[in-house]
Nanobody
Framework: QVQLVESGGGLVQAGGSLRLSCAAS????????VGWFRQAPGKEREFVAA????????YNRDSVKGRFTISRDNANNTVYLQMNSLKPEDTAVYSC?????????????WGQGTQVTVSS
């Protein structure tokens, strides 16, 4: 199993930046992919970005390409989501999830989420 804790959310003006962190524990030998997802009020949860254990494979949804960057520091068991040029439509609760198969298909472990609010 793996436990995940997100941090770094907050209130920012449009055009601003935030960096979210996802700290993992409980699996010292690693081997898992991590994804970021978001859910806005009244909407379905949607995929934002994901990164493989090696860090060599990353994926981003089209609407955040060029603005959001996912990265990871396996020595510190942390995955980051750098969000630049934020827009009001990026407002949501952002959650990270772990896939122990490292295949981007089995997001079975979730953090509690962190609120990101972008004002216009």
């Amino acid at each position: 199993q793996v436990q995940l804790v997100e941090s770094g959310g907050g209130l920012v003006q449009a055009g601003g930046s935030l960096r979210l962190s996802c700290a993992a524990s409980g699996r010292p030998y690693g081997g898992y992919a991590v994804g970021w997802f978001r859910q806005a009020p009244g909407k379905e949860r949607e995929f934002v970005a994901a990164i493989a254990w090696s860090g060599l494979s990353t994926y981003n949804r089209d609407s955040v390409k060029g603005r959001f960057t996912i990265s990871r520091d396996n020595a510190n068991n942390t995955v980051y989501l750098q969000m630049n040029s934020l827009k009001p439509e990026d407002t949501a609760v952002y959650s990270c999830a772990a896939d122990l198969t490292d295949s981007f298909s089995s997001w079975n472990y979730w953090g509690q989420g962190t609120q990101v609010t972008v004002s216009s």
